[in-house]
Nanobody, 124 residues
Framework: QVQMVESGGGLVQAGGSLRLSCAAS????????MGWFRQAPGKEREFVAT????????NYADSLKARFTISRDKAKNTVYLQMNSLKPEDTAVYYC?????????????????WGRGTQVTVSS
């Protein structure tokens, strides 16, 4: 059974940093693109970042690319999201996702596996 478990969320002051991790189990995702999405209260889920199977190609939401960095460790079957200079508007539940394709993707419906999310709260 495939499981994806996010960790690293929490409460942080504006301007601070967090590093989210997403560990996958049940199968290897070495040939899969991975992504991060987030959902704030009362809002739709939105794309944050994606990385292709090799880790070479990365795409970000335009508003986040200056502050967020996605990376992966294929040996650990884990994807990361480094978030710097956090703002209160970054408050959301952050989800990792994987797709059974090599190429990175920005659309949530293109992903096959999802974690349950980790809460990130940024105080002003």
């Amino acid at each position: 059974q495939v499981q994806m478990v996010e960790s690293g969320g929490g409460l942080v002051q504006a301007g601070g940093s967090l590093r989210l991790s997403c560990a996958a189990s049940g199968r290897t995702f070495s040939s899969s693109a991975m992504g991060w999405f987030r959902q704030a209260p009362g809002k739709e889920r939105e794309f944050v970042a994606t990385i292709n199977w090799s880790g070479v190609t990365k795409n970000y939401a335009d508003s986040l690319k200056a502050r967020f960095t996605i990376s992966r460790d294929k040996a650990k079957n884990t994807v990361y999201l480094q978030m710097n200079s956090l703002k209160p508007e970054d408050t959301a539940v952050y989800y990792c996702a994987a797709r059974e394709e090599l190429m990175a993707a920005t659309e949530a419906e293109m992903y096959d596996y999802w974690g349950r999310g980790t809460q990130v709260t940024v105080s002003s």
